[in-house]
């Protein structure tokens, strides 16, 4: 690069450059002071509130259904927790008391490793982003919760329950902290209550709580048959005390907001209070109205459903879709104006920048480096009726997002062949402002994979975006179970040491398929490799039917399951998962990390060892075991072997083939009721802790280091261009099974390659391209090396500084030093002839 094209920042990189918070458009004062409000109170802190809710509830309640349970603990949360309205807010409703980040603590997950999440964050031993507390919080997690919580909360009665094999595959020799996962096989089953999912917030703002209660309290009178009233009985009293419980909460908002008005000096400030007041007491329990009313209840839903369970993944639906008929009367009636809409937009999303997710647990956290977090605002893609869907909502919510640097808040677009220029030229000019915003999800892949899985196609054109690259119908899915993953730099190193593992003390975790050296041919490695990878995928789905079969016991979501037209109509809360639900679409999925590092340590192997005899296998493996220490001159090799990425057909034809492979084995073994089980490649960031515990890899990769990320290329080894790696990957999947789940594709440029309308233009193109190719996802980092590195150097300065991880985007200097290095070595693309 000239070291004239080095001074082009991009436009997150001048405004950190200028001080300004505001990057694009406008932003209100009122929503500029909450925003630095919330930037300045640091680290996010633990909440804890609702655990001694839950804790309170559950000593009372024991032995009674799980979902009356829960209801009965949201209740008492809805009672009991504090209001809050602090001075500039036009949207209300938070669970803690203070202007910052707030992670929100589940014990019925994280029980017995609370005390020592405590201990390590306090001692910054995590290596991953700081949890803050409040003075009394340790106290409390040591005395209070712990005490009742370890042993009865899911994790580790689900490392119990699970076959034993399975059990030492994914938890590995030492019994004496079965907590501690080996990452061969990655069991994020356990890591939450759901993996990804949106309300029907249509739905609750057309009808209200009131005529979801009135509903319930009509299927209930109606129960008559004994096994109906043991079975069903509990869960409509459920749904019926969840409603009136967010009708408290809502009026108690009510009331604090009148309570405030009665003091305030200013009476613009009074007359809002009073407004919010009135809003309070009108929604959620009825229809909204207008616009803010609309805003509101969409806010009170959203947050209701992270209080009955964790989940990082949290889709809020197809804003520009759901809310248009509201603004667009509000704007003819003269209620609003656009810019008082995107003021209230904003109050909005300065809410939902305080949503942390924090796991108190020290070894899962280190999978969610800096907050993975997914509040997933969803624009554009086609109507039921299958007609672009654009319209002038999508560009105010555009608009009101790309002000300011707001992390865990995602913007996602949905991209089809007839997406309007104008929508496509205002994302390439978003996507170029720095943050990493939004991330594109292409119809052209998602509503055929819905097709193929029975889905009509009005249903299929309405799918809502959730979490990193996931889509949900509402009221056609049920709920998912967080997915099992297979490391697959584990699979090819226990594929080279007759199934030993050596993070794991040499435990033989994969299967016994003999010593390399004895190997003559290819189709040898390969159907070693086959076996090992199969060996994890059978083990992996063990996983996932032994968490189905327990969370009925443990987990319940009566909010969420309230709104679904699947769990009202069968009388079931939707954690019952893995038993289907009549006309529901189950889709609990297979992980596979790390597919650039498996396809091109494979590659090097079939090049250097068998095309071109370059290398013996003793040569190879003994390097490998010595971790390329005093033989550089073999890494050389390796690393210069064909890479993934760069359009070399038999190279990109062995993803192609492992994809094959594995979808064959989930099709010969459907879940119940034939139902799918998907091949998922989507790393979070369990891409970098997978590595950790990998030893040196074929394709030039040193021990410890991550893996590649999601169905990208190795950091660095596509060097043909972008259209060439988009290609490259696409030829590396097989897209002929409905199994073909989710994909991620993080691209990284700097700012001079796509400075000014031509670089705008070529944005435009790529993303084209990449839509006709068929790809699930993409997501772009526009940013300069060397801002990266100056953020290393000097965190303080940079500390707002935003950049794209996986399915969404942190503030790299809440990244652990390894993400922040991994972020670095991404492959910085450069068009061809540029």
Known sequence: MSAQAKTVLSTQEKAIETGNLVMHGTVSDRVLRMY?????????????????????????????????????????????????????????????????????VYPEIDGSMMTDAVEAF?????????????????????????????????????????????????????????????????????????????????????????GIRAEAQERLDALTDPLDLVAKKPFYEAVVMCCDAMTLWAKRYADHA?????????????????????????????????FQEALQMHHFASSWARFEVTTASQGQGRMDQFLYPYYQKDLADGRITRESAKELLQCLWVHLQQVAEVKLNPQVSKAFDGYANFMDVCMGGVTPGGKDATNELSYLLLDSLRALKIAGLDSCVRIHANTPDALLHAVAEYVKDGCGFPKLINDEMIIPFYLANGVSFQEANDYAITGCVEQRIPNRETHVTPNTGINYGGAIEVTLRNGRFKSAKDAVLGLETGDPRTWTTWDQVWNAFSAQVLHMVKHAMQSQYTAYALKPDYFAEPVTSMVSDLAMAAGRDLQTHGDPFPGGLDHSCLEGIGKGTMVDSLAAIKHLIFDTKRLTWDELLTALEANWEGHEAIRQLCLNAPKYGNGIDWVDNIGYQI???????????????????????????????????????????????????????????????????????????????????????????????????????????????????????????????????AAQKNPERYRNLLVRVAGYSAYFTELSPSLQDEVISRTEEQFQGT
């Open 122 to 210: 306090e001692k910054d031993e995590s290596d991953a982003a700081v949890v803050a507390f409040g003075d009394d919080d340790p106290k409390i997690i040591k005395e209070v919760l712990t005490p009742y919580w370890a042993g009865k909360e899911f994790s580790t009665n689900f490392i119990k329950a699970l076959p034993e094999q399975t059990r030492f595959m994914m938890y590995g020799p030492d019994r004496s902290n079965l907590t501690v996962s080996t990452l061969f096989i990655m069991p994020r089953v356990s890591t939450s209550q759901s993996m990804a999912w949106t309300m029907d917030f249509e739905k609750l703002m057309e009808r209200g709580v009131k």
């Open 36 to 104: 630095e409000a919330v930037l300045n109170y640091g680290a996010p802190r633990a909440f804890i509130d609702r655990a001694v809710a839950f804790t309170d509830v559950f000593k009372e309640t024991e032995g009674e259904p799980t979902v009356l349970r829960w209801a009965k603990g949201l209740m008492r949360f809805a009672e009991t927790s504090k209001v809050t309205i602090f001075p500039d807010e036009l949207i209300v409703g938070r669970p803690h008391s203070w202007l910052g980040r707030c992670g929100i």
């Open 659 to 789: 994809e094959t492979m594995i979808m064959e084995y989930l099709d010969q073994h459907p879940k119940p009721g034939g139902q799918t089980f998907i091949l998922r490649q989507v790393p979070i960031t369990y891409h970098n802790p997978a590595g950790r515990v990998c030893g040196a890899t074929p394709n030039g990769r040193h021990a410890g280091i991550y893996l590649s990320e999601g169905i990208s290329p190795s950091h660095g080894c596509d060097v043909k261009g972008p259209t060439v790696s988009l290609a490259s990957m696409a030829s590396a999947r097989n897209r002929g099974f409905k199994q073909k789940g989710p994909d991620l594709i993080n691209m990284k440029f700097s700012p001079a390659t796509v400075a000014g309308e031509e670089g705008t233009q070529r944005l435009m193109q790529l993303i084209r391209t990449w839509s006709s190719l068929k790809h699930w996802h993409i997501q772009f980092n526009i940013i300069n090396l060397e801002t990266l590195r």
């Open 258 to 290: 009148r309570a405030l008005a009665a003091k305030e000096k200013s009476p613009e400030r009074k007359k809002e209070l009073l407004e919010i007041a009135e809003i309070c007491e009108w929604v959620p329990e009825n229809p909204a109205r207008t």
